[in-house]
Antibody
Framework: EVQLLESGGGLVQPGGSLRLSCAAS????????MRWVRQAPGKGLEYVSG???????IYTDSVKGRFTISRDTSKNMLYLQMNTLRAEDTAVYYC?????????????WGQGTLVTVSS | QSVLTQPPSVSAAPGQKVIISCSGS????????VSWYQQLPGTAPKLLMY???KRPSGIPDRFSGSKSGTSATLGITGLQTGDEADYYC????????????FGTGTKVTVL
């Protein structure tokens, strides 16, 4: 059974940093691309960042230069280092597994971790 | 700001049918597979449809998907109260800032 378990969310002041973690299990982690998707309170889904099985990364424009996605295949872990946080980064952050190399859909989601940026 | 447009809401009585549209462009829907996600209140999204019209195991055939040109649709027949949720389309966007994009979301209400 595929499981994705996020951790690391919480309350942080504007300008602060936070590191999200996602523990993956139930599949061959090294073979799949992974993503972070967020959802602001009462809003829709927003792609944040993705990392391929080989380590290539992509970021949405609003987080470029501030967020860094990474993975540790030896530990089956996905990370999102978030720096210079802004109020508009407040959201539930989901860890997500990409369906396959040839299909961009997301077949599994974590339960989400809430990040609140506020003074 | 999402590049995929969906109607904010659709509604129908139990047993009826609803169709949700997702409009994009050649940089996204026009040249990539579309997926659909169901998000029940207070829960994480769930994959409902992938590669335009394929259902993951466990998804009933009351749900169907299609794609034509730069638009996609999700159909739900035999509507049930348990189908009340937010529905999002998603696909890859190959524009100058590539990445995965989601639709604006549609709230399905069972009257």
């Amino acid at each position: 059974e595929v499981q994705l378990l996020e951790s690391g969310g919480g309350l942080v002041q504007p300008g602060g940093s936070l590191r999200l973690s996602c523990a993956a299990s139930g599949f061959r982690f090294s073979d799949y691309a992974m993503r972070w998707v967020r959802q602001a309170p009462g809003k829709g889904l927003e792609y944040v960042s993705g990392i391929s099985s080989s380590g290539d990364t992509i970021y949405t424009d609003s987080v470029k230069g501030r967020f860094t996605i990474s993975r540790d295949t030896s530990k089956n872990m996905l990370y999102l280092q978030m720096n210079t946080l802004r109020a508009e980064d407040t959201a539930v952050y989901y860890c997500a597994k990409v369906l396959s190399p040839s299909s961009s859909g997301i077949d599994y989601w974590g339960q989400g971790t809430l990040v609140t940026v506020s003074s | 700001q999402s590049v995929l447009t969906q109607p904010p809401s659709v509604s129908a009585a139990p047993g009826q049918k609803v169709i949700i549209s997702c409009s994009g462009s050649s940089s996204n829907i026009g040249n990539n597979y579309v997926s659909w996600y169901q998000q029940l209140p207070g829960t994480a999204p769930k994959l409902l449809m992938y590669e335009n019209d394929k259902r993951p195991s466990g998804i009933p055939d009351r749900f169907s998907g299609s794609k034509s040109g730069t638009s996609a649709t999700l159909g739900i027949t035999g509507l049930q109260t348990g189908d009340e949720a937010d529905y999002y389309c998603g696909t890859w966007d190959s524009s100058l800032s590539p990445g995965y994009v989601f639709g604006t979301g549609t709230k399905v209400t069972v009257l």
